[in-house]
């Protein structure tokens, strides 16, 4: 995850929101082959203490790749992310998600970026760490 023409430093830091829909949550179910009732059956999800359906907490890992590359910079490596899910991400919930750049070794070209994802409430929903190798540019 490069620079994009602009080194980030640390302290950079990104923020993006994305609301979580019922397409993505299907669509994941069927890459992912999760079809776990909790996300997909709103009758079982009503049930559950829940009280209705929520989202895989690998989409908010999913678009954190996303938004390393598209804020943090493009043509680099997504090496490893930690993840912990503190809150149901609802149908629909709008996510925001804050990216900041906590070290970098730019001699060895890794980084780790923190990673905060928030609902429309502001309550924190996952945090954790990113790891990435960045792209000095393609070499032939």
């Given at each position: 995850m490069a620079s994009?023409?602009a080194?980030?430093?640390v302290?950079?830091?990104?923020?993006i929101?994305?609301?979580?829909?019922?397409?993505?949550?299907?669509?994941?179910?069927e890459?992912?082959g999760?079809?776990n009732?909790i996300?997909?059956?709103?009758e079982?999800?009503?049930?559950?203490?829940?009280?209705?359906r929520?989202?895989?907490g690998?989409?908010?890992?999913?678009?954190v790749s996303?938004y390393l590359?598209?804020?943090?910079?493009s043509g680099?490596?997504y090496?490893?992310?930690?993840?912990?899910?503190?809150k149901?991400?609802?149908?629909?919930?709008?996510?925001?998600?804050?990216l900041?750049?906590?070290?970098?070794?730019?001699?060895r070209?890794?980084?780790?970026?923190?990673?905060?994802?928030?609902n429309?409430?502001?309550?924190?929903?996952?945090?954790?760490e990113?790891?990435?190798?960045?792209?000095?540019?393609?070499?032939?």
């Amino acid at each position: 995850m490069a620079s994009n023409g602009a080194e980030k430093d640390v302290g950079y830091k990104a923020s993006i929101t994305h609301q979580v829909t019922d397409k993505m949550v299907r669509q994941f179910a069927e890459m992912s082959g999760d079809f776990n009732p909790i996300h997909l059956d709103d009758e079982y999800a009503s049930k559950t203490i829940f009280k209705k359906r929520i989202a895989h907490g690998m989409i908010l890992g999913a678009l954190v790749s996303r938004y390393l590359n598209e804020t943090i910079g493009s043509g680099g490596i997504y090496l490893a992310q930690t993840l912990k899910f503190s809150k149901p991400v609802y149908i629909d919930d709008q996510i925001t998600f804050d990216l900041e750049v906590l070290k970098l070794h730019k001699v060895r070209g890794f980084g780790v970026i923190g990673t905060i994802a928030r609902n429309q409430h502001n309550e924190v929903v996952m945090k954790g760490e990113a790891t990435i190798m960045m792209d000095y540019g393609v070499k032939t």
